[in-house]
């Protein structure tokens, strides 16, 4: 493979010039022009993008930290974001911190120390925001400071529609399943809405909502539904969470959706080619990332731009777990 070094002894000139060429640098003579150009065509030499990059204080690459590439919301959020930076001549790097406070900030840490442009952060662990403001920065669900711009659903309104659904169908016990995070982030907004909902129309509401929800989550729901044996209607955090349900509910001889009836939230493609897909509050994935992507560029851009807030409507998707 040809180096900078064959491609400056070709054309006969120094290295200097070949990287100033590549770089597009001006005062470089028409004729060394088409000399080095004529070199890397004939070595068909390709240049170094992220040496390219260090030149002109840019390596056009962004990184994009998620909690797990298991989740159906994350994967398919990356999908697009990589599909968006690509439209804009920008490379992803996906760091998966499996849901480690520790990882994510020696990601963070990696990505001062190389020249990364931007970071896009789905992250609810209390990581060091210091780390965050040396590096332009974009927040997904979660609020950091007053300086930090976030692109969220309306996960409010999510939650009151998800109420809604089921109370026009005159359901009267209704049960919120969620994980209670350290971290402050918008996604706990979806049991507000619900609960918010549920108690001004005078039905029962009832939670399952804690820091440890989810560990022996099978034995602890079971426990719930021999308590509370009336309940009718179920809304979950995520979608996954709500085919779990299915799946347990299914298990033990309750029909879904005509005994419970179950809602969950994210609306992701995946979810769509399960069968018995639930039915959910459908974030806009595509527009979230879009809108991801437009404000890390805008910050790389401008450092000194002001924060940018972005909430993003939710709409109901009938599946086959509501009546």
């Keep these: 493979m040809a180096t900078m070094k064959d491609v400056a002894k070709k054309a006969g000139v120094s290295v200097g010039t070949v990287s100033r060429y590549i770089n597009n640098a001006s005062g470089i003579k028409e004729k060394t022009r088409q000399a080095v150009k004529k070199a890397i065509d004939e070595l068909n030499y390709v240049p170094d993008e992220y040496a390219k990059g260090m030149k002109v204080r840019s390596s056009q690459t962004v990184v994009l930290l998620i909690p797990t590439v298991w989740h159906m919301f994350f994967s398919e959020f990356a999908f697009y974001v990589e599909q968006t930076l690509a439209q804009n001549n920008y490379k992803m790097i996906l760091c998966n911190s499996d849901h480690d406070p520790k990882k994510e900030e020696e990601y963070l840490q990696k990505v001062m120390q190389n020249k990364i442009d931007g970071v896009i952060g789905i992250t609810y662990n209390n990581i060091d925001e210091r780390i965050v403001s040396k590096v332009p920065f974009v ?28 109370l026009k169908q005159n359901l009267k016990n209704l049960l919120y399943i969620g994980d209670l995070n350290k971290v402050p982030n918008d996604t706990s907004r979806r049991r507000e809405g619900f609960r918010d909902t549920i108690l001004e129309s005078g039905s029962n509401y009832y939670e399952m909502f804690d820091a440890d929800v989810f560990y ?63 039915s959910t509050i459908a974030q806009p994935i595509e527009l979230m990332a879009q809108k991801a992507v437009e404000m890390i560029l805008a910050k790389i851009k401008d450092p000194s731009l002001s924060r940018q807030v972005c909430h993003l409507p939710v709409a109901f998707r009938a599946g086959k777990t509501t009546k």
Aim: net charge negative.
């Design 139 to 166: 927040s997904i669900d979660r609020y950091f400071d007053e300086k930090t711009s976030y692109v969220s659903s309306e996960n409010y309104v999510g939650g009151k529609i998800a109420a809604n659904v089921f």
């Design 216 to 278: 022996n989550f099978k034995t602890k729901f079971l426990n719930k539904m021999t308590q509370h044996p009336e309940i009718d209607g179920i809304f979950c955090v995520t979608d996954m969470l709500a085919m779990q349900v299915y799946e347990i509910l299914c298990e033990i001889g309750i029909k879904v959706p005509k005994q419970v009836q179950i809602i969950g939230y994210d609306g992701t493609n995946l979810a769509k080619g399960v069968p018995n897909y639930c």
